[in-house]
């Protein structure tokens, strides 16, 4: 299989020679990092690559929690508005367009500041991708059309380590595993194992921060942003995304707070449990990201309290990378 342009491995190891180096924020959602980035961005003449695998759709604003045009203006961003509802993007895509984006940043003599809650394309652009088949659309179709508790019992059979590990409601994820299975008639654990162990990857990232909080402050800050999305216009938003194309990106729907504003309009569930299925779903969605960050990436923790300000935050991370390096010294 071909790989796109910069998403070779090692292609990462040129970002770290160039005399500035870039510098990662992650963290669950809500827990604050998109602000964090931004006062750090200021404070050091950065600009911001995002890495958030929804909001590189155009026209999924509110319920990605994409920053404000004049947050824009304020700091560049990188990654945002990508691509057309229309348009399938990836994680090969975004480790050729996003590795891009830091090289010009650098070019400039700034900083670039990657920042997201991705974990999926963090690992890609440090460590590269692998030789992963590519897809087979008839393959694909004939999978969407099965019921899921069909490609259940399949993966099941066919990859019980997958199968254990999987997120049994993402009909999205199911499917791949199965296509790779029928395509290769191999695991799709031990691939997935040998994709992403690649010779020359980055094992720890200097400069890597990953931000947390409590649980109850966390689930508040959760339960604040779904009723600022709705009372900021999240299903008229996706009323009007539906027009757009919405329900064929199946990717796209996958947002939270997107799918069940739908089922919503659909006459699924009222208003007011529609807000409170988002909330669960995004409280799940956090700790199952806080969940791949402790297992997939070598990070510096950084704890947050309800007290602590964006630029309290930022200035601690600066802090914490003049330490760094004045050990190296």
């Known amino acids: 299989m071909n790989r796109p342009e910069g998403s070779e491995p090692g292609a ?70 990508v691509v057309d509802l229309a348009e399938s993007f990836d994680a090969a895509r975004f480790v050729q367009l996003a590795r891009r984006a830091v090289l010009d940043v650098q ?14 394309y963090f690992k890609a652009f440090l460590e590269g991708l692998g030789r992963a088949p590519g897809a087979d659309w008839n393959l694909r179709a004939e999978l969407e059309a099965t019921p899921v508790p069909e490609l259940l019992g399949e993966l099941e059979g066919r990859d019980p380590v997958t199968f254990a590990k999987i997120d049994k409601k993402n009909p999205r994820r199911l499917v791949r595993a199965l296509e790779v ?44 942003r779904v009723d600022d999305m709705f009372a900021r216009g999240l299903v008229e938003e996706t009323n009007r995304l539906l027009a757009r194309g919405l329900e064929q990106n199946r990717t796209a729907l996958q947002a939270i707070g997107y799918r069940q504003a739908v089922e919503h309009l659909r006459g699924i569930r009222s208003l007011a449990e529609t807000i409170t299925v988002v909330k669960q779903r995004t409280w799940q969605f956090a700790r199952r990201q806080m969940t ?7 990070v510096d923790w950084m704890a947050l309290s309800p007290e602590d300000s964006a630029s309290a935050a930022a200035a601690r991370v600066a802090a914490q990378i003049r330490r760094t390096d004045s050990k190296k010294l």
Do not use: N
């Not at 980055?202 to 947390?212: D, K, V």
């Open 181 to 224: 299975i029928r395509l290769t008639g191999q695991p799709f654990s031990a691939q997935r194992r040998a994709w992403m162990t690649i010779p020359g990857s980055l094992p720890a990232c200097p400069g890597f921060f990953c931000l947390t909080r409590a649980r109850d402050d966390l689930r508040r800050r959760i339960d604040a």
């Open 12 to 81: 990462t190891s040129k970002l770290f020679k160039t005399g500035i180096r870039p510098l990662f924020i992650t963290g669950p959602t809500a827990v604050g990092k998109s602000a964090v980035a931004q006062q750090l961005a200021e404070t050091i003449d950065g600009e911001i690559i995002s890495v958030d695998s929804m909001q590189v759709y155009r026209g999924l604003d509110i319920g990605t929690a994409k920053p404000s045009l004049a947050e824009r203006r304020r700091v560049p961003h990188h990654m945002i508005d």
């Open 292 to 298: 791949w960050f402790r297992r997939q990436l070598s």
């Open 107 to 120: 070019g400039r003599g700034r900083v670039p500041v990657v920042c997201g809650g991705t974990g999926l």
